[in-house]
């Protein structure tokens, strides 16, 4: 009886991981300065099993080693490897770790229809409006002719897609980078992050609301 319920509870755990909600941490400083090294999150993930994502929303979503056709080109990954590659000893093992099995946490500027420009600097403009982003405090830095090394995008988002940028413009690996195509794949993300609960003194709902309609014009989409 003993072994039969902490089956039953850790079915029930992992049911709810799985389906419903789970932590996160942020690992990296590219939605800086709003989300901060190790800060902890909840992530939902229900919501979107009903709508597409929204402009301003924070979302985690398989790496694009998973979905980019240039990144996962020739790489086979197994039903279980990454389930292998999340446990704390085992993703310590050479060869276990796949970067297909990470997950990216950025925020949606654009979605499907959108008309997106995003200049040198990382700025954004949807639709013919410069976008309002005070999450944004760090863009990427240009020189005198106004060129620089973040690569810019002129394109219409495509069905079932979003484009996800960091908030830390000058140091985050986001859809202008990625060598199969910029956009995002609906199907690809996890879940939305709605809720920091770690560290105790910055916990609280995450801002989402949507930037081009704080920038003064009537969002579509």
Known sequence: MFWRGVLIT???????RHYVLEARYIPSGSMLPGLQLQDRLLVEKLS???RSPKRGEIVVFHAPHHFDPVLSADRKVGPFSCVLAQLPILNSIPGVADPACDA????VVAVSGDRVVVNPRGQVNINGTWLKEPYVQNYCPVDALGMGQCRTLNAVVP???VLVLGDNRANSWDGRFWPGGAFL???EIIGRAFWRFWPLPTSGALAS????KDSGAKAGG
């Open 10 to 16: 850790l079915g029930v755990a992992l049911g709810v």
């Open 48 to 50: 979107l099993r009903s």
């Open 104 to 107: 990216y946490i950025k925020r």
């Open 159 to 161: 069905p079932g897609h």
């Open 185 to 187: 794949p609906e199907q």
């Open 209 to 212: 609301s949507d930037p081009l």
